[in-house]
């Protein structure tokens, strides 16, 4: 523990069950919400990679897991290249009901990004990869776009943060693959480079 105390980040004192538990709480409580289906982070604290995507789609609300259908396989696919299961990530979105993104407004995007923050404070993954603007934005607090964002590590809280393009887009433009491989592989270097248990205490 006392390696702690040199961290630039503190450890987070809260569990991913209370995080999870207020934001619903809240959640609930707001009238444009009430009705919603949430879908909350999946994995562990101290998964070797966080991955951030925008807000749930459609294909998670049958089994309840962020990351499904089309564009999770091609998650997998992103993930798989580099040596990484989904098992061996932390997966999450900044905004947590489902949501087609045109409905994401500043004002929901503001209830919603603390959380973010403080769920990244409990898993402290070695890497995360932030994948597209929303949640590249919300975690670096830029405004700049993915497009010139991605392709270089930025300090997140001490953590090292990937932006790159998400899968959802991949699978719009394919021509895309080529620079997220590039992101990837700088990914891949890193884990190799960084010791089992960094940022364990």
Not at 1 to 29: C, H, I
Not at 131 to 144: D, E, H, S
Not at 175 to 192: H, I, N, Q, S, Y
Request: net charge neutral; aromatic share 8%; charged share 25%.
């Amino acid at each position: 523990m006392q390696s702690m105390l040199f961290d630039e980040t503190p450890e987070s004192g809260e569990t991913l069950e209370e995080v999870n538990a207020e934001l619903l709480r809240r959640a609930k409580s707001m009238p444009q919400l009430a009705e919603r289906v949430f879908i909350l982070g999946e994995g562990r604290t101290g998964a070797r990679a966080a991955v951030v995507g925008e807000s749930p789609g459609p294909p998670d609300a049958d089994s309840g897991r962020p990351f499904m259908g089309p564009a999770g396989q091609m998650l997998e696919r992103i993930l798989g290249s580099i040596g990484l299961k989904r098992e061996d990530c932390y997966l999450t979105n900044t905004v947590k009901f489902i949501s087609t993104g045109d409905e994401l407004t500043p004002d929901l995007l503001s209830f919603f990004t603390p959380y973010l923050h403080r769920e990244l404070a409990v898993v402290r993954p070695q890497v995360i990869i932030s994948f597209g603007n929303t949640p590249t934005r919300a975690l670096l607090r830029t405004k700049k776009p993915i497009s010139q964002m991605r392709g270089e590590f930025h300090d997140y809280q001490g953590m090292q943060l990937m932006p790159t393009f998400n899968p959802a887009y991949l699978l719009r433009d394919p021509t895309k693959k080529r620079e997220v491989w590039e992101d990837m592989k700088k990914v891949r270097a890193f884990l190799a480079s960084a010791t089992p248990d960094a940022g364990a205490a």
